[in-house]
């Protein structure tokens, strides 16, 4: 906005952002023809490249982050809008491209006009698919969320997800429980940080291979990415650095609960100062 080109920022042109993008549905992922009604986005992160540093940051957003989002009339009409959870900014859209479209606008909105463009949409049958693509990964276990279902999943282990957990691994929470999308968010984080560490072992033989599987079938993953940003992106990515300890960003704030629900309001002042480091530059 150009409050921010006022106090000399803009967005660092060198950063490639990708969000992804958990739904919170399952079977194949249809466009409807009708707006409104659809899943909610349940995990969201946001992926940039620093293509000029050669670094790799993940920003991990709560869907329980309360911020202005987009409603359509069930034609598609953009009617203003609301705050609410980021989660029902996919709800809100067709299912399709609109409602992964709906989701990178709430937060480039909510990270101060950072640029998300590009996403990658999976659904909770589509995560095994993912994990499958690139083989299967190791993650250190952050927690013991899922200990009594699996009781190999403890905090501090070193497991390798298979397609019986990996789902529960990335979508479990305890509903009766307050704030329990913490614990999740840092399942997830461990998973991602595990997932590009694979990739980064893998040829480009292997990236063309993923490829061809993810565009065969359009059902199990939507992205608006290219084949040729897809394959520039993986096979840069074994020169980019990616440390999880500085690399891994986190929106700090306050987890209530209203109304019964769940509910994360972000600290607009250091939000804002992580986006400004992260994502812009000085002019």
């Known amino acids: 906005s150009s409050n921010d080109e006022e106090t000399g920022y803009v967005f660092d042109e060198g950063i ?3 969000l992804l993008i958990g739904v919170d549905s399952t079977g194949v992922m249809e466009t409807s023809a009708t707006y409104g009604n659809q ?6 992160d946001l992926i940039s490249f620093d293509t000029v540093n050669k670094s790799i940051k993940i920003l991990p957003i709560s869907r329980d982050t309360i911020t202005d989002v987009t409603k359509f009339s069930a034609k598609g009409y953009d009617v203003g809008t609301i705050r609410t959870h980021l989660g029902f900014a996919y709800s809100f859209g067709n299912g399709g491209n609109e409602s992964s479209m709906n989701v990178c606008d709430a937060v480039s909105n909510l990270l101060f006009g950072t640029e998300v463009y590009k996403y ?3 659904n909770l049958d589509s995560i095994a698919y993912a994990n499958d693509l690139i083989g299967g990964v190791t993650v250190l276990v952050p927690n013991d969320d899922l ?9 501090g282990s070193e497991v390798e997800l298979t397609n019986d957990n990996v789902a529960d691994f990335l979508r479990y929470r305890d509903p009766d429980k307050d704030g329990s999308n913490v614990g999740r968010m840092e399942r997830q984080q461990a998973f991602l940080e595990a997932y590009v560490k694979k990739l980064e072992t893998m040829t480009e033989e292997d990236y063309k291979d993923m490829w061809d599987r993810l ?9 608006n990415i290219s084949e040729n940003m897809f394959l520039s992106l993986l096979e840069d990515l074994r020169e980019y650095k990616y440390d999880p300890l500085t690399d891994n960003l986190s929106i700090e704030g306050e987890d209530m609960v209203e109304d019964g629900y769940d509910v994360f309001y972000p600290d607009e ?15």
């Open 16 to 18: 490639v952002t990708v």
């Open 39 to 44: 899943a909610r986005a349940d995990n969201i």
């Open 120 to 122: 990658i949409t999976t």
């Open 147 to 155: 200990k009594a279902k699996y009781p190999e999943l403890v905090a």
């Open 215 to 223: 565009s065969s079938d359009k059902s199990k993953i939507r992205t």
């Open 269 to 283: 002042e250091k939000l804002r100062e992580l986006v400004i480091n992260a994502f812009f530059k000085k002019i």
